[in-house]
């Protein structure tokens, strides 16, 4: 049997195996799902061993564990292609807002709703099942594969950059694929070959040393939640240009070449407003949504918070109010050096009369990947043998911190095959992944393997 | 006995019933406290027959009951008194800042520790005991008196403006006493004779119809914590003044002998700054401390919510926001004026890319009395009486909207007199009320009761 029939006659058992996976709330944020993260890990480690991986192991490190299994048997003449994805999942909050329960894996027309269907679970599965179903049906692997997936990413992968520098001869390769972005749009697949960075702060504002009643002190001290607007009303203009300065100094402007290529993107933008619920999209004056949203650095507030949010009215002059904001970042931008220009505006633009604490989270640098790159040029026959085209080449908003990291410390370029969606509501409520683009996905990642082991390496 | 022994002799017993009403927690802002609203008010009831009230009554609103009763008996040229208090309390959150949990007073010091201690379950309890100290060794009263305690004034006293209506010749009184405001400082007592109104509003930002990656979409479409911080930054510019259009127009300027008198209040600055921790003070340009906390009107945000608050990083791009934001008002500033001048004004500066609501919670008018008023020269009195020296004649910054309904439909002023602190930490954690104010509280009740029986009546 070819393993392409493996995984059509396999299929129903792949989705159940995914279910399974998804039911463990495995969220890297909450300290309290600490058994959780490990749960994950011991499932995926039986499917690397179940599979036919050799030297499968559970790595601990200070935090999360990372699972690792290999097969080198096609031997130092074929390309070694690092695999990797994460099992952490983000938190499901807010949970009213989902339409069955996040940990509940629940299939609506074509898609599987749960928290992780797409990111990362459902589209990193789709590698253990393609290797599964090239092992059970020809005995081998037409490539050296390792496989490796973390369970911190969602946190800013604090652990996995040392367990790359100790494990450099182990995890040694020519590329590394990662399956965790997203397709052009549905049945419209794209190699991503841009990623932005990030810098994730925390913003914290003190005002007096407890909380007063607003009538007997109002007027009289500095609010912290009026400071706190003010600061990060601070941070942008109404053209929605950043103000931090030197933010921009880095940033390598978009070519005359990528501008033209991202406007003939098949974009709509009244469809993208549509979707969104929107009436008027708002960004960076002088850039086109696409550009935005993929090419130029941001600047978000990711949740705020001060005084009383209850039920009613509490006539409350707060003592404390806080904010997490980040950063996409776009080649050169450096995180700390971003992290620092930040920090220092947000105190000198700090009105008087607070005291303001600003923490750096995690961050990590944007990715570009050259466009002939042969890994890339494997992954688009893949895609053309399985979608029946060619896919778009695009740069992507998001940040996959580590994509810099493997250039850093593996020194390879990293493949993102995105098996996802935009509309998969990723970090949100009703996380889903096209159950159809699950099974696509097995039998892309089966094909790469085949035209990897084929492609001309680049000189 | 006189009233005074009795006080004396009974205080034990008056603060253990005292107790047993902080222990209840009619918390009015949260719809599942009604239970303890209801044992409340049932407990005053029982108290009120206890010390020999008539006519007492539990007056269903459709809302939180009313308390009722009085003593008619003085006759009709005698002048007879409403007093006037509530046993709702605000909510206890933050609860981890409590030192003692809020609804099990504990005395530590010479001051007892509980929501509603001094705010004012406390306060107004002291009249309680003052007419039962009356009662018991006189077996009379020295003027008529309508005692009324109402469970919503923490939410804006809705279900009581019609209930005056109503009962408007039940409820025909001379004067108002409330105790429900602060002394100037530890043994300095106080008479307000001018307090603040409050317009409180509800501000709700809607950007995309759902929670996006701040990475797919970041740059491309408003963010709605950022567009609410953009509003609220706008209120007011750097010297404290609020830029809402027309805000200012009724409000009444201090004249050059308030602004003498207030000068002289003995006011530390250094100590006030001390005291809440803060190295600077910030207000209106142009006003004083104490012209900011008491005379001049305030906007303040006293809540604010939107996106990821929990711990670690999500890279969430939310879809909504919203703040509570409050203003204190002064004469003659109207509260649905002012709620319309701040709605149409958020509207007009809310960045485009979001659609915002603004609700209006509640309001009240500020109140002034004459200083002359015999109300006020028989309560300053009784403050000589028991304190030892005259009080001070201060305007206070809170808002007690009720005290403006009473002139409005009894057509008659308010005596403020106040036993609690500034530094009781009322609607924060760790509320406390002095255990000896409570004590010459009582004893200033009473004796106001015999001053007022005396003291010529206004021309």
């Given at each position: ?87 952490d999942v983000q ?128 007027g009289a001290v ?45 974009f709509n933008e ?190």
């Amino acid at each position: 049997m070819s393993y392409l029939n493996y995984i059509d006659e396999n299929f129903e058992r792949f989705k159940s195996e995914l279910f399974d996976l998804l039911r463990i709330p495995s969220i890297s944020a909450v300290s309290s799902n600490r058994p959780d993260i490990k749960r994950a890990a011991h499932y995926l480690k039986g499917q690397f061993e179940h599979i036919g991986l050799n030297n499968v192991d559970l790595h601990d490190t200070p935090g999360n564990p990372i699972v690792y299994g290999e097969y080198l048997e096609a031997g130092p003449d074929k390309p070694t292609v690092l695999i990797y994805g994460h099992y952490d999942v983000q938190p499901p909050e807010p949970l009213d807002l989902w339409q069955t329960p996040p940990f509940e894996p629940t299939v609506r027309g074509e898609d599987v709703y749960a928290r992780g269907a797409s990111d990362d679970k459902g589209q990193s599965f789709t590698h253990v099942k393609a290797i599964e179903s090239w092992l059970k049906t020809e005995g081998r692997l037409p490539v050296n594969v390792k496989l490796i997936l973390e369970g911190e990413e969602e946190i800013g992968s604090a652990h996995l950059v040392p367990f790359l520098r100790k494990h450099k001869e182990m995890l040694a390769c020519d590329m590394v694929l990662i399956s965790d972005t997203s397709m052009f749009d549905k049945n419209v697949p794209s190699l991503t070959y841009g990623l932005r960075g990030l810098a994730y702060m925390q913003v914290f504002v003190q005002g007096t040393n407890r909380d007063l009643h607003s009538g007997a002190y109002g007027g009289a001290v500095q609010n912290p939640l009026n400071a706190l607007c003010e600061i990060i009303a601070g941070l942008k203009n109404k053209d929605g240009v950043i103000q931090i300065p030197g933010f921009y100094d880095d940033v390598v402007d978009l070519t005359p070449e990528e501008r033209e290529a991202a406007a003939k993107l098949p974009f709509n933008e009244q469809a993208f407003k549509d979707s969104l619920g929107i009436t008027e999209v708002f960004g960076e004056k002088g850039y086109t949504t696409i550009e935005r949203k993929s090419s130029r650095p941001t600047l978000d507030v990711n949740g705020i918070w001060g005084g009383y949010q209850g039920e009613g009215a509490k006539t409350v002059l707060p003592a404390k109010a806080g904010a997490k904001i980040s950063m996409r970042l776009v080649p050169d931008q450096d995180p700390k050096k971003i992290a620092q220009l930040f920090s220092d505006y947000v105190k000198k633009i700090a009105p008087s009369g607070v005291s303001v604490i600003v923490e750096e989270h995690h961050g990590g640098h944007a990715a570009m990947t050259d466009l002939n790159f042969y890994g890339l040029q494997a992954a688009a026959k893949a895609f053309h043998d399985i979608y029946g085209k060619a896919p778009l080449f695009a740069r992507e908003g998001g940040s996959i911190p580590i994509v810099a990291d493997f250039r850093k410390i593996l020194g390879v370029d990293s493949i993102l095959m995105g098996f996802g969606l935009n509309s998969d509501a990723i970090h949100a409520p009703n996380e889903k992944f096209s159950l159809q683009d699950f099974h696509r996905g097995i039998k892309t990642s089966a094909k790469f393997l085949e035209h990897l082991a084929t492609t001309p390496k680049n000189e």
